[in-house]
């Protein structure tokens, strides 16, 4: 077995069609704080969910090699004064963790690729995704918000 702090993800951006790459990391201890990245996973068919990295490695059994990840999901609903998830003062999408010992193994070709988190200090096991960081995150966003009614 052998563990990683960060990933290269490769992704057919949905803006140019051409591939482009993000760096996602995972490290308990990165410059002296703890770091796990926003990643969005392809979790059943075309269901896209947004997930922070906790550990990255590779199982070995046998002549084959089986890259996995542990994320903690950020699907867990908000609470029930909120029923959306677009923030209605920023508009960002809003997302919540999961407990941590809620934490799944996935293999890492789910990954679809990074995404920039923003935890909410006011709501704790809160983080808003920041689509502007690209117009592929913007357009995978505002399709996202779309499938779920909530443009």
């Known amino acids: 077995c052998t563990a990683f702090t960060f990933l290269r993800v490769?992704?057919?951006?949905?803006?140019?069609?051409?591939?482009?790459?993000?760096?996602?990391?995972?490290?308990?201890?990165?410059?002296?704080?703890p770091r796990y990245d926003g990643i969005i996973?392809?979790?059943?068919?075309?269901?896209?969910?947004?997930?922070?990295?906790?550990?990255?490695?590779?199982?070995?059994?046998?002549?084959?090699?089986?890259?996995?990840?542990?994320?903690?999901?950020?699907?867990?609903?908000?609470?029930?004064?909120r029923d959306i998830q677009v923030d209605v003062d920023l508009d960002f999408y809003r997302v919540r963790a999961k407990p941590r010992r809620s934490c799944e193994f996935i293999p890492i070709r789910s990954i679809v690729r990074g995404a920039l988190l923003y935890d909410d200090p006011g709501n704790a096991g809160e983080s808003l995704v920041v689509d502007t960081i690209d117009t592929d995150m913007f357009l995978r966003l505002k399709e996202l918000s779309m499938e779920r009614g909530q443009s």
């Open 41 to 81: 996973v392809n979790v059943a068919g075309d269901v896209k969910l947004f997930a922070k990295l906790i550990f990255l490695f590779c199982y070995s059994f046998g002549e084959n090699q089986y890259p996995l990840a542990l994320i903690q999901m950020l699907d867990q609903p908000l609470d029930r004064n």
């Open 10 to 33: 490769d992704y057919e951006s949905v803006v140019s069609w051409k591939t482009v790459t993000d760096l996602p990391r995972c490290n308990p201890m990165f410059h002296g704080v």
